[in-house]
């Protein structure tokens, strides 16, 4: 197949209609828009979400709730995922955590949660650790320390 032998799928393009171009062309007169009225003047378009006059639905729905201004994302890590992954002696953080590909790209700061058991003394350093967390860690030999 060469470059000049392409040719698009049948069906697939339509011609460009070209209203108001005679009465031959059956499209000519009011150019498909009607008689009269709201809608076969220029410039007439419904607003977003508009439903014919009755109330829009989003505007029938309660509010509820709100979004705090001091809340904080984290990227959660626990103890059993440690566990699997490193050695004692080293050192965890969201670099070595994302070098192994045990976190995603996000530059949200990293917390260290409690689920699993950990055996091997390692050196994590994060911004925050659930208490159990840190227990688990010390309990085992390693260190905690908390990066600002």
């Known amino acids: 197949m060469k470059l000049h032998e392409i040719t698009s799928t049948p069906g697939s393009t339509h011609r460009r209609k070209r209203v108001g171009r005679g009465d031959g062309s059956g499209m000519g007169k009011t150019a498909c828009r009607g008689e009269k009225g709201q809608h076969s003047r220029t410039g007439s378009s419904y607003r977003p979400f508009f439903?014919?006059?009755?109330?829009?639905?989003?505007?029938?729905?309660?509010?509820?709730?709100?979004?705090?201004?001091?809340?904080?994302?984290?990227t959660l890590v626990n103890l059993d995922i440690i566990e699997a992954n490193f050695d004692a002696g080293e050192t965890v953080n969201s670099e070595t955590l994302r070098a192994k590909s045990l976190i995603g790209k996000a530059?949200?700061?990293?917390?260290?949660?409690?689920?699993?058991?950990?055996?091997?003394?390692?050196?994590?350093?994060?911004?925050?650790?659930?208490?159990?967390a840190a227990a688990k860690i010390e309990a085992a030999g390693g260190k905690v320390e908390v990066i600002a």
Not at 52 to 74: A, C, E, N, W
Not at 124 to 130: E, G, R, T
């Open 51 to 74: 439903e014919g006059g009755q109330i829009t639905f989003f505007r029938r729905l309660p509010k509820r709730g709100f979004k705090s201004m001091s809340h904080v994302d984290y």
């Open 107 to 132: 530059e949200l700061p990293l917390k260290i949660l409690a689920n699993g058991e950990l055996t091997k003394a390692v050196t994590v350093q994060a911004v925050k650790f659930s208490a159990a």
